[in-house]
C-alpha cells in the first residue's frame, strides 16, 4: 500500500504563492507518475499537472501552465506543487496522487493512490 499526505495549503491574497507537500511512505516504488488534481466546491475533481518519478518528465493543464511547477524529491519520497500567481478561480482542495502507469497520465481514473487533501483559499 501507499500513504500519501498533503499540506502547505492556507489563505493566499491573489497573486500571491504557495507550495504544496506530498510525503509518500509504504510501497512507494510502485508508483511510475505522481500528480496533483483539484476540486472546487460543486465541481469535479480536475487534473494540474503530473511528474515522471524516474525520468522528472512533467505534464500542466493548460490552466496552471507558467504559474505552477510540479517537482519530486525521491530521496524523501516527496512531492511538491509551486503555485504563483494564485487567483481567485484557483480556489479548491488540492490532492496528491500516485499512479501505476508511466507517461502523460492525466486521467483521475490511473491513478489508485490518493491523499485526502489540503485546502487552497485564494481570496482578498
Known amino acids: 500500500q501507499v500513504h500519501l499526505v498533503e499540506s502547505g495549503g492556507g489563505l493566499v491574497q491573489p497573486g500571491g504563492s504557495l507550495r504544496l507537500s506530498c510525503a509518500a511512505s509504504g510501497r512507494t516504488h510502485s508508483m511510475k507518475t505522481m500528480g496533483w488534481f483539484r476540486q472546487a466546491p460543486g465541481k469535479e475533481r480536475v487534473f494540474i499537472a503530473a511528474i515522471s518519478r524516474i525520468v522528472g518528465t512533467t505534464y500542466y493543464a493548460d490552466s496552471v501552465k507558467g504559474r505552477f511547477t510540479i517537482s519530486r524529491d525521491n530521496a524523501k519520497n516527496t512531492l511538491y506543487l509551486q503555485m504563483n500567481s494564485l487567483e481567485p478561480t484557483d480556489t479548491a482542495m488540492y490532492y496528491c496522487?500516485?499512479?501505476?502507469?508511466?507517461?502523460?497520465?492525466?486521467?483521475?481514473?490511473?491513478?489508485?493512490?490518493w491523499g485526502q487533501g489540503t485546502q487552497v483559499a485564494v481570496s482578498t
Open positions: 496522487a500516485g499512479s501505476e502507469v508511466n507517461g502523460a497520465v492525466i486521467q483521475i481514473r490511473s491513478y489508485g493512490y
